[in-house]
């Protein structure tokens, strides 16, 4: 019997396996990938390579990453050879952050607790607690239960990154209400009208049905 092709599923900075709750579909089989403990200063291409050994190639396999999750997924496509590298509200190479993230990196300022994006942090939960209050709760959890030295590598990580080349086979879907990667810098993506970061969450069946109309068009 013909193994199912497996869709490695990379989480977000503060998520974990419970933003992918929606994102599951038949014909394919999901494994969510374990972030290894966070080393102080390595680059989110090093993070890739310690990733690697939980990736079984000798299967047709995919990478779906949300967020952060995508900017790693981006660098495992150079390491690895996935049908397609599957990015989620998300980035795939430095020219697509906004460019508050340039200013955040050359003024040394942390980019989660600056005023303007502790601005654009209580819209968002006003938004999401207006529309969508369990799944505010959902991701209050998940960062109440972040691994702390992992969410601080990765906010400096990031900013670091320094990607300028996209994968060589890949899906991006961007939802246009997105405020950490908005889709105007984005290039190549199937776009989520009113779709927002945690689209994985409330528009999951628009994301699947992009995902599968592209995987049967290859």
């Not at 396999?61 to 996935?82: H, K």
């Not at 209400?177 to 945690?198: K, R």
């Not at 994985?200 to 049967?216: F, K, M």
Request: aromatic residues 12%; charged residues 20%; hydrophobic residues 40%.
């Amino acid at each position: 019997m013909n193994q199912k092709p497996v869709i490695y599923q990379l989480t977000g900075l503060g998520g974990d396996q419970r933003l992918f709750q929606n994102l599951l579909f038949e014909g394919y089989e999901f494994k969510y990938i374990q972030y290894p403990k966070a080393i102080p200063g390595e680059s989110i291409a090093g993070l890739a390579a310690r990733i690697v050994p939980q990736i079984d190639t000798t299967q047709s396999f995919y990478l779906m990453g949300i967020s952060l999750g995508g900017i790693i997924a981006t660098e495992l496509s150079r390491l690895l050879r996935p049908e397609c590298t599957i990015l989620i509200s998300s980035a795939k190479t430095v020219s697509e952050f906004q460019p508050a993230f340039q200013w955040f990196k050359i003024m040394k300022l942390d980019p989660l607790y600056t005023p303007q994006v502790q601005h654009l942090y209580r819209m968002f939960k006003q938004w999401v607690g207006k529309e969508a209050p369990t799944y505010m709760a959902l991701i209050d959890d998940m960062f109440a239960h972040a691994d702390p030295d992992f969410f601080d590598w990765a906010k400096a990580a990031i900013l670091d990154w320094d990607n300028q080349q996209a994968p060589e086979k890949y899906l991006h879907i961007q939802g246009t209400n997105d405020l950490v990667f908005p889709h105007q810098y984005v290039q190549n993506a199937s776009l989520i009208t009113g779709g927002t970061h945690i689209m994985a969450l409330d528009r999951a069946p628009e994301i699947i049905r992009i995902i599968e109309d592209h995987i049967s068009a290859k």
